[in-house]
């Protein structure tokens, strides 16, 4: 559990500095592989050590991969999503709706 | 399959909650004109970023924030022919009397079963939390009605079948 949280840190710690279609495309897809790591159980404690900016980012690229129409791993986002409302707020999908991905290349904070 | 319909709809709550902060915003192009700016997309810097939750490839739901008013297409999941056109005529006939709904939009987005607009004045008329309740309450109805659609055609189908097939019978 703790390399998945490492592991997602990373993957949104890294973010920032992707300014390529190509780099944010391997970006957007370790930060899929990381949450499809997590099991159930892990994913509340887990949301609780992320800092509000990696939360914005990672409702952000949650968004992201809800537009893709995968059924299974949207069952998955779909329940992050909840979860990362329950601590981010309806702040945090403020944020997505007013700073999207596609214009980002410094963090909203 | 209904243990992703709970947090399907409650990320459409969710964003919806988010994407209903609308204001007041008169035209900024033709004087003394108010107008929902996400139907026209003219301004880049009244919209916000559109947001698409794809449960499955065939239900989805399209929210596209404004600084005035908020779009909402949703596309219901119809599983075969017979939905498909139970979904059509349904949708066609709560969209002729779209006056009578007041948020619903007349026409539905490309892509999508049926649309809702809702401007800033319908959210000074109406309570915000009321008007997010209504669509996912909408959103969670619908699929009720079309399997229930679904269902009383073929047993009235089946019943006129074996009516009618009984004169033949000796």
Known sequence: MESCAHQIRQALDSAPSNTTEEQQAASFQRVKDSILKVRENDIDPLIATLTPGQVDLLMKYLYKGLAVPDAKLNAVLLLWHEKLTAVGGVGCIMRSLTNPLHHFLAPSN | ?170
């Not at chain 2, 209903?20 to 033709?30: G, K, S, T």
């Not at chain 2, 939750?53 to 924030?65: F, G, N, S």
């Not at chain 2, 649309?115 to 909408?138: A, P, R």
């Open chain 2, 1 to 170: 399959m209904s243990n992703t319909l709970r947090p399907y709809l409650t990320c459409v709550r969710n964003t919806l909650t988010a994407a209903l902060c609308i204001q007041n915003f008169p035209c900024q192009q033709v004087e003394r004109h108010n107008r929902p700016e996400v139907e026209y997309q003219n301004s880049k810097e009244l919209l916000l970023s559109p947001i698409l939750i794809c449960r499955t490839e065939h239900e989805k739901c399209l929210i596209e924030p404004s600084i005035n008013s908020v779009r909402i297409s949703v596309k219901v999941k119809q599983a075969d022919e017979l939905e498909q056109i139970l979904t059509a005529k349904f949708t066609s006939f709560l969209q002729q009397r779209a006056e009578a709904f007041r948020i619903m939009r007349r026409k539905p987005i490309e892509g999508y079963d049926i649309s809702f607009l809702i401007t800033n004045t319908h959210s000074e008329e109406m309570y915000q939390h009321k008007l997010v309740d209504f669509v996912c309450q909408f959103m969670e109805d619908i699929d009720k009605e079309i399997s229930e659609l679904k269902l009383s055609v073929n047993t009235r189908g089946r019943q006129v079948a074996s009516e009618f097939l009984q004169a033949f019978t000796i």
